[in-house]
């Protein structure tokens, strides 16, 4: 029940189709394996979680958890920790470059991980949210636009670290301009249209040698993503969305640092409010 536990409570669509994954698909027989992951659409998971509830016994999987982070809950007696509800990134998030006071000033080599109670965010100007963890990390290597240098940078994440870039970004002041940058492809498009509030987008310059080394391949594998994007109101990305219909190329942040190729800032919309394609 724990791996089920884990994945209902992480809300994850994909799981490694390891030996428990494989007993649980037999037993309950729901999921769809693709490749070396077994996955779940949400109708999947709703079946997912009566099933292991009729199995358990329980009559709230996910309310079962005990309260309280991996502290508290061993505390209480429980000899499974990770069973609890609060994850160990719940309420942080990872940052770098101009930090807020009273952070301190960081070498550009160095990043913070921070509860998100010690940020007092109306000292926050701008925020630069990126993708990779890499790039995150090799972020002053990159052509920024010279604007960009003051920013706040902030991991996206995964998991709890995720969840907290979402609560900083929709407890930021009206002020605060946003951008993000990821790679140039449907994943990354999503990625900043789905996000709580974005106000430009960073690109690359789409110079010939930067797009020889995209991935054709990587770009049809996010088919999911490109039908949402042709379902959502993009604003003015919608000229960023048909650009990279026409490549039809994945092209990750990794390529624009190496070629060192030139960013650019997209606004979502134009400070009158129209469409700046």
């Known amino acids: 029940m724990q ?17 428990t994954w494989q007993f ?17 659409d949400d109708a999947m998971l709703r079946v997912l979680r009566r099933a292991a ?29 990770k069973t609890a509800r609060q994850r160990p990134d ?5 940052l770098k470059g101009r930090l807020p006071a009273p952070l301190p000033t960081l ?22 949210v990126i993708e990779n963890l890499d790039s995150f990390d090799d972020w002053e290597g990159y052509r920024a636009p ?11 994440g995964h998991g709890g670290l995720a969840r907290g870039a979402r609560r900083l970004l929709g407890a930021l002041p009206a002020a605060v301009r946003v951008g993000v940058f990821a790679d140039y492809d449907p994943a990354g498009l999503c990625i900043a249209a789905g996000l709580p509030r974005v106000d430009f987008l960073l690109l690359p310059e789409p110079a010939p040698r930067l797009l020889d080394k995209g991935n054709r391949e990587d770009y049809a594998d996010q088919f999911r993503q490109t039908a949402h994007l042709e379902r959502i109101e993009l604003d003015g990305w919608q000229g960023v969305w048909m650009e990279m219909k026409e490549h039809g190329v ?3 942040q ?11 800032q997209i606004p979502r919309r134009r400070s009158d409010g129209t469409r700046p394609w």
């Open 90 to 94: 719940d309420g942080f998030v990872l």
């Open 3 to 19: 791996a089920i536990h884990s994945l209902l409570r992480s809300r994850r669509h994909r799981v490694p189709l390891n030996a």
């Open 53 to 81: 509830e009729c199995a358990s016994g329980a009559a709230n999987l996910l309310a079962s958890a005990p309260r309280g982070n991996r502290l508290q809950v061993a505390a209480q007696g429980f000899i499974d920790e």
């Open 250 to 252: 994945s092209i990750k």
């Open 107 to 128: 070498s550009p080599s160095l990043s913070l991980r921070v509860p998100l109670e010690s940020l007092d965010l109306s000292a926050v100007v701008q925020v630069l």
């Open 146 to 156: 010279a604007g960009l240098a003051d920013s706040l940078i902030l991991y996206r």
């Open 254 to 264: 990794q390529h624009m640092l190496a070629l060192g190729i030139a960013l650019r």
């Open 24 to 40: 649980i698909r037999e037993e309950l027989e729901v999921g769809e394996p693709r490749g070396n992951s077994l996955y779940f």
